[in-house]
């Protein structure tokens, strides 16, 4: 009965593409005896993987597959995985020496984090491109840019009192694993081997600190950065998942980065929402209409996208910033995108590993240049014209970028009040050997660029609308912020508030 | 292959009232000509509107259908219209020379911007009732009323420090088009016209301002107000979207109208989310019970419903506040809806352009009366009793009417602190000659009624539970912001806080 | 025609399990007579209830099902109600004598209020925990808790400005039942009879104060608590519904439980967004891995699950601390659950009924013990363990312990500063005879542990992401508060600020 259901499911529900869906590939030796246990263990990741692609599918008839079509970018595959499924051994025991976590089990050398060299065996393109993605650096440039760093610390440091002020002591490594590093990724690292009773008796496992975590610039023990699983998620590992904006909403959604919200409120996101429920997010290559007809994170920023003709618009990437001429998540300005993906090597003019310096000036040798920008926003364009005549792409285009000067320029205004304030000695900015991030004034001042000019530029960028663009985070907020600040540093100095009713 | 699974996906997923769906309609030779060429440029917006009525069924079929089924609303349609699909140039080239963008393009006359008076062609009434729904007027309500302006200059002008304090300057128009008037709606304009080259050669363009826009008060290239696709989302320009409430989310989602944020979180909202992927958004007329068991925001504010019997509930309306006695949406204060849609013509007691005065009393001649307001609530329950009985609700409203009293009485008592500190000359309001919202304590004045009164209302109105009533900009925030507002005036003028601790 | 394709809708949109779903169960000649004027009145409804369980299966093919899959927990159901459908008339006339809203109504004796002890009728075991459940107390405990009704006091109060400062004025009844009763229930009352001309001739109706209401906690008017109507929303009472994370939204989506935000931005909630429209949720038992693959709010804290084999992992239990071992919602502190769901009966070293004093110190013979505590984490280890390996679900409980000592600790900095501006009398608190919590200063303090420090460990719990652990209510705007607490003490007792300019 259950077989006739999955028939029909397979028949009714599945996109033709995955034809072969439906017929499992055959199983390894290996991995036969990791489901016999596991099976019963974990039902939840040994059904999940069940239902994958690579449940299904050998690496053989994959590399087989020609064209747009194909999936494996590898120009080989080594011979012994190729005529079975992508299943739990061909993983977790691959490259066993460059793996700190490998221990023997019941007779096999097994890893329990799989790295981006793991999938480069297949995968070797995609891999290689992420490898040059501002994500795969994400552990360090948070955790080796000092400016950040002080940032970090005024928020997850552990508050205490000392003088009548309220410092910031170093903040525990639990701490920053359950906050910044989810996201960014930790360090793994092995501080030990213990051996455990379990029901097939005593058996030895790495203790991993660090873990779980699938940040996207993780530290892994094989020397790799990233997880693949941050966006396909384990053990399905599947392309539909990365294609809906659900998979970016675990990092993106807070006031710093709203893309999701943003997404889901603007044109776009309705579309999504009102009808992907028939749209197929598993063909590959990705046709603009016919499988999809509203554009999701993916389709903008990492998809192979054509048109209903099959002639492709834009290659797939998983370097996300091919397609993106600014970074508009400023800190604290909007910028060209880096070149480099390891941004700690950048120089403002104040020398801090800053892309721009406190007045807004650019560190421009470090930075993408015109002719780069304007590539980059040609190939984002011709998204854009899939569904939209020039005329309407140049009009967003211009209104985004008016957006990006319009909230530089408030921050600027916004951080002169605050160079003032430590001027008059009003709080302790790093001209006073103070952190610029940490007092109570200072949040004041962060909130407008990290969270209002954020919200309003990535409002802007998307379409995402009225609300995000004004009211919920937006204008609103950033105007009534700069008043505060102005108004701070007349009160606090002497120069503003009761002295009027004084008669002063 | 994939017409077998149409086939099949019409046969199993369609709703029996879409019979006509799988047989396209035949297309006009100018259309043919258009979807020749872009097919393949604007593949999105092709498929999409492939996959609509409007390719499926023409005009002739729709007006002979009798009854509350007839989507047509027009008497006659246009002979040449009748027996096409409703192609890209039935719209595109309609009325040329009323549209200020027409071009001549490939031997015929077209124009980019659809408008409200297009469609009126086949949807009459629909266009009739929405001239007189307040969205039309939203652009000029705004543009047009200089207390309102004062408040955008406060949230959209360029801040700028001038002798100490900051001012706002003149806002861009980029600016307010990415901001208020995103939802409100652009003032279109022909700034000129264009060759450019193209895969086709030399082609002639209008060069629009105030463009992209589909704001729900557009004023329009043709003098009409408005876009139906702000809602109708283009190519489909399907009931099914508008009738998700993922639609009304694109301008109704912060906190001044957090009506989609509620709304998720109700009771309905939830059995929207939990079963919505069953019900039929496409029947006309919509049964309640039958297609859905919940409402959504059309099914309260715009559909025609009818219950199991067939029987109508409720006409359909496009001028939405037909079932709306109250106008929910303070500024400052909540009251009854204004009798014409064109706001800017209300006069206070104090002569400006508001529903109430800062007091709170109610421009009474410009809103509408109690028996007006009688019968449209008696509207709106009659669809509530569907699912509901009397006396719950006649409980549920007399909550509702008493969080507006409520609201208005605690934004009553924070403008009386406000005037106080005017009084006191703390800040520059009406009169002392300032704006009464661009200065830090205003704001904290203008969260009050904006968010907190707006999103408790919301959160009653439509049962949406606690949260939004309490602790997510409810009454939580409400009762802090004016406790803080009270506070600031105190301190600031020099009668509280630490004069205490000197001894005072 | 409708008959086929709700023929087909069966067939291959409904599960295995509901094989007797097609084929509605007899209806009582007394519900025979309710639908026969209801399914006209009450489409909504009707529609609803045909559409159950309840309408398809009798309670004797309920009862004669063996072993996990049964869903009707009581020993014997009463010999006239076994035969037919779950009707109108068998849950609105059961117990007549005890619902004081009881009324004549055609023949019948018809209550409108249907309680937990209707439905134990048939769910004896679920009724009998759930009393046991902290929610079935929501009324009590904070309608009877004096602590707490100095918040909410200072929340839902009618502010008045009485000599210079703002008053809260006791909240009216309308008030209350809007806001924080919405979730926690309100009490019931009949306040009279009334009779009411309706198109079935005149009918006598009982007029019931504190009504709508569907509070987790709610007063009926047979004296119990509850209403199984807030999870299983009328009239499906499905379980599919109650297992859907929308349901819990309705009440844990505020900065005080955002439970709904943070489970939607974690991995979790990612599978389930991406995936969940192929699970079975009417399942019962329900397998881990094949009826789904991510766990719900419900699969965590309610639901009986099974491995692939059908062995149990954990009891169904609708007593929901069962599987809790910390209650993480602070006020002011986390703390371990209470042993009591009648939290008014603590008191913490201070004598208020609180789990905790003021500095943190936990009123321990009101809560759970070490052993206790350590038996409900292995109870909900067991549902990680069925998709993640041992080491990963310890790294996870140690960042989280960690998360909850970090978060009291930061809230017992907070503290002591607020427990300085009580001391110096720059606000009044309980030593002062005031209310601790109605002030604009005291609402910063209440903000850090009340939205800051439980959405920081709401996040953690759940790995719910970095965005809800920092920037989206968390560490960031935690560790603002503070600072600015902080800085209103130095600024407001005349030790810091605008001396430094004035050179002291």
New interface residues.
Partial sequence: ??QI?FY?FC???LP?VTDAWCAAAPVSDATQECLECH??????????WQ?SRHAQVTPKAAIAVTGLARKVSSKSIPQKLQAVAVGCAECHTLRPRKHKDTVEHNGHEVH?VVSPDDCATCHTEEAGQYSKNIMAHAYNNLAGNPVYQALQL????????EK???Q?LPS?A??K????????GTRLEVSGFES?ETEMGEMK????SG??N?GVGRLNLDGSKGACSACH?RH?FSI??AR?P??C????????VPAFKVY????H???F???H??WDFQAVPW????DF??PTCAACHVSLLV???G?PLVKRTHQMSDRLSWRIFGLIYAHPQPKNPDTTLIRNKDGLPLATDFGGGLAESYLIDDATRKKRTASMQTIC????????VK??W???E??IE?TN??TA??T??MADIWK???AQGLGQGGSPF????E?KWSDIW??YANTIRF??AM?G????????D???HL??E??????W??????????E???GK
Same sequence: chains 1, 2, 3.
Avoid at 264 to 267: G, I, L, R
Avoid at 385 to 392: D, N, P
Avoid at 438 to 441: K, L, M, T
Avoid at 465 to 472: Q, R
Wanted: aromatic content about 10%; glycine content about 10%.
């Fill in positions: 009965m259950k259901a029909f028949l009714f529900f033709p099976a019963t263990i974990h039902p939840g990741i040994v059904e999940d239902q329990v005024s928020i997850l440091g552990r508050p205490a009192r009548g002020t309220v910031m525990h639990n701490t694993a359950d906050a910044c590093y989810y996201c960014h455990r496992f790495a203790i991993l873990w779980p699938q998620t399905t539909e998942m809906k659900y998979t909403k675990e990092c993106h959604v807070g006031p710093d889901t409120s603007s044109k996101g309705n579309i929402s009102a009808k429920a028939r046709t603009v209409g016919r007809t509203a048109n209903t003709e002639d014209k899939s569904c939209h005549h020039s005329g309407w009009g967003h211009e209104k985004y008016h957006t319009e320029a408030a205004v916004a002169q009040i008059r000695k009003l940490d007092e109570a004034v949040k990290l969270f409002s802007s379409a609308g009225g609300d995000y663009g004004v009211f919920a937006g204008r609103y105007s009534k700069i008043q505060e600040l102005g108004d540093l007349k009160w606090r100095s002497g120069s503003a508030g009761r009027t009713t004084d």
